[in-house]
């Protein structure tokens, strides 16, 4: 697995790199983050933008646009104030010009991983 990493800019500098990984699971996400697996089951609930897919026994696999959604509600509700309501209201408004930040970033993270396979392939 390639162990390229995308520091994103939605959350506080404090917060780890996300790795290079398809699939995260919840302990993953959760240290990633810096919030609780019980505080993401329950934002599951409030925010429509979270859907994790899950598999056998119910587990949670996030994926990239996962985590960078959790780190963005995690700076709504906990750098800048705003309630479960408030931050719904807030992904909801603008959600053009996130989606498209998703996008350049996971666009980065795809460039890096192949020109990582690409200097393998060249060896």
């Known amino acids: 697995m ?3 990493t995308d520091s994103s800019d939605d959350g506080p500098g404090d917060l780890p790199p ?3 990984k398809r699939y995260f699971t ?3 996400v959760s240290e990633l983050c ?5 505080v993401l089951r329950y934002w599951e609930q409030e925010f429509p933008q979270l859907k994790p897919a899950k598999r056998r026994g119910n587990r949670r696999y996030y994926q990239r646009h996962d985590v960078i959604m959790v780190r963005q509600i995690r700076n709504l509700l ?3 104030g705003f309630t479960i309501g408030g931050a719904r ?5 603008e959600g053009a010009k996130q989606d498209l930040n998703q996008t350049h970033q996971i666009l980065r ?3 890096a991983e192949l020109e990582d396979v690409l200097q393998l392939l060249r060896r």
């Open 2 to 4: 390639l162990e390229s």
């Open 18 to 20: 996300i790795p290079g």
């Open 26 to 28: 919840i302990g993953e």
């Open 34 to 38: 810096g919030v609780k697996p019980h």
């Open 78 to 80: 906990y750098d800048q």
């Open 89 to 93: 209201l807030q992904l909801s408004g």
């Open 109 to 111: 993270q795809m460039r």
